[in-house]
């Protein structure tokens, strides 16, 4: 079946502006983590959502970061006043409840802030 | 705090050749230990878990509680385990941490 997917694959963008970046979980995936990637390092958590609700989002970095799943399928991570150490590739991953199941990760978005 | 070291950035080895890509955590409580592997241009995907105790594409790890590691292990390697290798832990959250990886380079 159709794995996670993310869109757009990259994206660049100017200081300051404001971006999105949508995640399709597995069909049926009720957990949702958005990662963040930054060069030279591993994937660090941002937020966790089960069904429509945040459940953990200790790892957003400041409030310029935000991050919704109205439905609780699509989710998108919302992005204020881009700044250049924002630069990074932003993983989804979806599992089928929570805690004990495999989380299945997306391509990831390069996003490049100039 | 849960953290999650992987001190070899590159580990080069020759095919056939025995590979050992180092972990080591620090959790206060009892984790699951996972590693992940990025091939070139695919993305991150579970190789294996400590609680399955399966052997995946050869590779093996034993969580060691005393020395708090999760090394991962092959007896021969191959062209194709080149790949980047994280190793990732699990608290009583379902978020993961993960290491800084380490990329194996396998020649001939």
């Known amino acids: 079946g159709a794995g996670v997917s993310q869109t757009p694959s990259n994206k660049v963008t100017e200081k300051g502006k404001y971006v999105e970046l949508r995640c399709d979980p597995i069909?049926?995936?009720?957990?949702l983590y958005w990662y963040r990637q930054s060069l030279g390092q591993g994937p660090e958590f941002l937020i966790y959502?089960?069904?429509?609700?945040?459940?953990?989002d200790s790892g957003l970095p400041n409030d310029r970061f935000f991050a919704v799943r109205p439905e609780g399928s699509v989710s998108t991570l919302k992005i204020q006043r881009t700044e250049r150490g924002d630069s990074a590739v932003y993983l989804c991953?979806?599992?089928?409840?929570?805690?004990?199941?495999?989380?299945?990760f997306g391509p990831g978005t390069r996003l490049t802030v100039l | 705090a849960q953290r999650v070291t992987q001190p070899e950035k590159l580990l080069s080895v020759f095919k056939g050749a025995p590979v050992e890509l180092k972990c080591n955590y620090s959790?206060?409580?009892?984790?699951?230990l996972f590693w992940y592997v990025q091939y070139s241009r695919q993305r991150l995907q579970l190789l294996l878990r400590?609680?399955s105790r399966e052997s995946i594409k050869g590779f093996t790890a034993d969580l060691n509680k005393g020395e708090t590691s999760f090394h991962l292990k092959k007896p021969f390697a191959q062209e194709e385990d080149s790949a980047m290798y994280y190793c990732?832990?699990?608290?009583?959250?379902?978020?993961?941490?993960f290491g800084t990886g380490t990329r194996l380079q396998v020649t001939l």
């Open positions: 990732a832990l699990r608290g009583t959250a379902s978020k993961l941490t």
């Open positions: 400590h609680i």
């Open positions: 959502f089960q069904g429509t609700g945040a459940a953990d």
């Open positions: 069909s049926g995936h009720t957990a």
């Open positions: 959790y206060s409580g009892s984790p699951e």
């Open positions: 991953a979806s599992s089928l409840s929570g805690s004990l199941d495999t989380q299945y």
